[in-house]
């Protein structure tokens, strides 16, 4: 303070202006003694001094001398081209152009110890990122082959280093790198062990920072392999080794240990860990967690409050609105235009999704047990849901609740909850309509099905579900046209629509338009490729369109999804058959018989198969098996004694006949043998079964008099034998083959093989008269059963 001048009113205010000091007169430089020593002396040639504020150098101005006046170097604008030597005649020349063309660079020494670890070192880091990529493409062998290349340079990198002596540069980053990346790949090829020993590499080496926190990635390998209490134990170790500083890292820790503790059945301790992260920083995941916990160890309030946490977790998405264009603003239109289909509004939409699938599995999952039944339950999770920011998921609760009360079979509950919903808003009210046109197609009350179904439409004309339930009643009344445009209506509202492509298919096949039919079920297949029901459906139009071939193919296809499907196997040996491939034929239909042992098609055509090859013994049991299933028809029996009789076992076939004599007196047939039989082994009782064969015939002759005598009766009247006349179409097949056999007047003894192969033809008779396989009944298009025509439920 004893600096400041205080101005007082005395003072002049303008004093000392005009005072300056005298070594700045430059006038007066001539008279300085000092100033001409420096002139004279070496001091005076140095470059002249610049004062470090602009304007005040004393440079600036020619220094005035005994000698005269000295010029101030260029030096200041010397790179500009200017130069002294200007004043001696000098071309001017800034680029320098008349010094000809610069020298050649020198060449790169690529031999030196420095520059072969610099190039070592790019690539290891080429090596590192091309893993990367390779495992981000899919590749994860082809990544593992570049991490262990990547280490082998990295190890000779470090060698180089040591014989250079350069030894303080090595790069723990990249060392860090190297590994890490190794680590991760062996874990992507889930080769574990290898995984597990790079993981400790890093991170007993107390050179690398952080490295405790790779303890996580060595905790997911236990998990992987099931090792429970290890992962627990390397969770808890990484956990301590992060700090609070990092609070998301630690809650996604502590959500692996509860889940982990889950898997182990520790639920008291799982729910510790998410009670611990629902106060800290709750979100949807962990709050289902602790839900379902809860539900495992039963305890019911605990569910509800759990419940009310979960229906209050904040997503942190924007609403909606914001993505609606506005009519005023134009340039705002154009950025909700550009923003409301982005990665983020995507995003968002996938998290809210997630959101409303946990609380509606866990309203379903918590409703029975909360309460006293499933009803009261529900209730209290509508009401909860609606007084909170998932209002609109309180209607799909209660579509759920129609749809559990179809899983206990109360039809008539879940179509009274259904029925609440037609004085809603037009999407719930459009969704029970359609659950209520289904339920009733299924009863087959195509009526009320009907209604509801044009209600669906009329409530929302784009749900494809609808219109699939309109054209499946449409399709029942046999108007394939029509229901293939509703169908095709579905698609058109949603390509991805699969239950409208496969009726679509189906109501082509039904009008013999087998070409559209085929590109119904061929795009079909390329969505769902394992579906056994469309593959089938190919191979049927295959056989249609008379391309046996292709129909085996696709049937073999089928037979990958369900290999013991025995309608499938007796199927692909009717196609074999149908070929001539009698043996491949034979495995197939083994196959199936080994399946299901009571199909009478595959008993009839493996006995028919060992009597063509001459194995009558073997026959047997296949035809004594249909006479346990179909014990009322004698064919059966005639066969197996039959089969006796030509494998030489005469007695036994006498005793067969004889049985089946007891059990069909007026079969014709059974006593011409017998009489046959009686004849040749010199029995006594040959007379009394002659007896009976001419009374039975005697008695066939009058029924066919009066049959032929009545007005009705059919005027080209065949003969029938009594134990005949109640038989299928395949039994008078059969029997047509039986009558093939010798008759009684024969010497069956003489026959050759050659009569026997040509009597005992398929047993099922020509390919265009046999009829379908129990496969092709189960899955063909005249069924309407409900997986083929009917509409699923709408999603739960």
């Known amino acids: 303070m004893e600096n400041v001048h205080l101005a007082v009113e005395e003072d002049d205010l303008y004093s000392g202006y005009n005072d300056y000091n005298l070594t700045l007169d430059s006038e007066e430089l001539e008279n300085n003694a000092g100033f001409q020593q420096a002139v004279r002396t070496s001091h005076g040639r140095r470059p002249p001094m610049t004062a470090k504020f602009p304007g005040t150098a004393i440079g600036a101005r020619p220094l005035a001398t005994s000698f005269g006046v000295t010029a101030r170097p260029m030096t200041a604008v010397r790179a500009a081209g200017y130069t002294s030597s200007m004043s001696r005649g000098s071309n001017f020349d800034p680029l320098g152009q008349s010094r000809g063309p610069a020298p050649p660079l020198e060449a790169k020494n690529e031999d030196t110890p420095e520059e072969k670890i610099k190039i070592l070192e790019k690539k290891v880091n080429d090596l590192i990122e091309e893993s990367c990529m390779a495992h981000s493409a899919g590749a994860s062998q082809l990544a593992l082959e570049k991490a262990k290349e990547a280490g082998r340079k990295e190890r000779a990198l470090a060698r180089q280093r040591e014989q250079a002596g350069n030894t303080e540069q090595i790069c723990l980053d990249l060392t860090y790198s190297v590994l890490l990346n190794l680590a991760n790949q062996y874990a992507n090829n889930e080769m574990f062990p290898e995984a597990l020993n790079s993981y400790q ?10 490295a405790g926190r790779l303890k996580v990635n060595m905790a997911n390998i236990y998990f992987k392999q099931k090792n429970y209490p290890k992962a627990i134990k390397f969770y808890r170790m990484a956990l301590d080794q992060i700090s609070n500083a990092h609070k998301e890292v630690r809650i996604k820790i502590m959500q692996n240990i509860g889940v982990v503790f889950v898997r182990m059945g520790q639920y008291s301790d799982a729910i510790t860990s998410f009670e611990h992260i629902m106060s800290e920083s709750p979100n949807i995941r962990t709050g289902f967690n602790l839900i379902l916990c809860y539900f495992a160890v039963g305890d019911r309030e605990r569910m509800k409050k759990a419940f009310q946490k979960l229906i209050s977790v904040p997503l942190g998405v924007d609403d909606e609105d914001k993505y609606l264009p506005s009519t005023d603003d134009s340039s705002a239109n154009m950025v909700v235009e550009a923003i409301k289909n982005d990665k983020l509004h995507q995003m968002e939409r996938d998290l809210k999704l997630l959101a409303e699938k946990y609380i509606m599995t866990a309203a379903k999952l918590i409703a029975p047990a909360i309460e006293t039944s499933f009803a009261t339950g529900f209730d209290w999770c509508v009401d909860m849901v609606k007084s909170s920011q998932y209002v609109e998921l309180a209607n799909d609760l209660e579509i759920n609740k129609a749809i559990t009360y179809l899983r206990q079979r109360d039809f008539n509950q879940a179509v009274e909850t259904l029925k609440t919903f037609e004085k809603k808003d037009s999407r719930v009210k459009s969704a029970a309509a359609t659950n209520l046109s289904f339920l009733y197609f299924l009863e087959k009350d195509y009526e009320q099905a009907d209604r509801y179904a044009d209600l669906a439409m009329n409530a929302d004309r784009y749900n494809p579900a609808a219109l699939i339930n309109k054209g499946n009643t449409v399709f029942v009344k046999n108007d394939q046209e029509k229901a293939a445009e509703f169908y095709k209506e579905a698609l058109r509202n949603d390509s991805c629509c699969t239950e ?12 013999n338009r087998l070409e559209e039919a085929l590109d119904c079920f061929l795009k079909l297949h390329a969505i769902l490729r394992n579906s056994a029901q469309v593959m089938y459906q190919l191979a049927s139009l295959y056989e249609l369109l008379e391309d046996p071939q292709q129909a085996i193919d696709w049937l ?17 040996g009717e196609l074999h058959d149908g070929e001539g491939d009698k043996s491949q034929a034979f495995q197939y239909y083994y196959e199936s018989f080994r399946y299901f042992p009571s199909n009478i098609d595959v008993i009839e055509w493996l006995g028919a198969y060992y009597i063509e090859t001459q194995f009558c013994e073997k026959a047997i049991q296949y035809f004594e098996r249909a006479t346990l299933i179909q014990p009322s028809q004698v064919k059966w029996q005639l066969v197996v004694a039959s089969c006796y009789r030509r494998s030489g076992n005469y007695q036994k076939a006498l005793e067969t006949y004889k049985d089946i004599h007891r059990k069909f007196p007026e079969n014709v047939e059974c006593l011409r043998f017998l009489v046959r039989l009686c004849t040749d082994m010199g029995l006594q009782e040959v007379q009394d079964y002659a007896t009976r064969l001419k009374k039975v015939e005697k008695m066939r002759e009058i029924r066919e008099q009066v049959s032929c005598r009545t007005p009705t009766a059919d005027p080209a009247c ?9 038989s299928s179409t ?14 009684s007047d024969e010497p069956y003894e003489t026959s050759s093989p050659k009569e026997l192969d040509a009597s005992y033809v398929d047993p099922l008779g020509p390919q265009a008269e046999r009829p379908k396989t129990g ?8 069924d309407f059963a409900d997986e083929e025509l009917g509409d699923d439920l709408l999603p739960e």
């Open 718 to 726: 065949l003969p029938a034998d009594s134990g005949h006349s109640s």
């Open 201 to 210: 590499v890093i991170v007993r080496n107390k050179m690398f920072s952080n």
């Open 775 to 782: 496969a092709k009944k189960r899955v063909e298009d005249d």
């Open 730 to 743: 395949r039994g008078e097949r059969l029997s047509a083959r039986m009558r093939s056999l010798p008759g």
């Open 500 to 511: 409208a492509l496969y009726n679509l298919g189906l109501a082509y096949k039904r009008q």
């Open 556 to 572: 073999m296809k089928v037979i990958s999804v369900t290999p013991t499907d025995p309608h499938l196997l007796a199927k692909l």
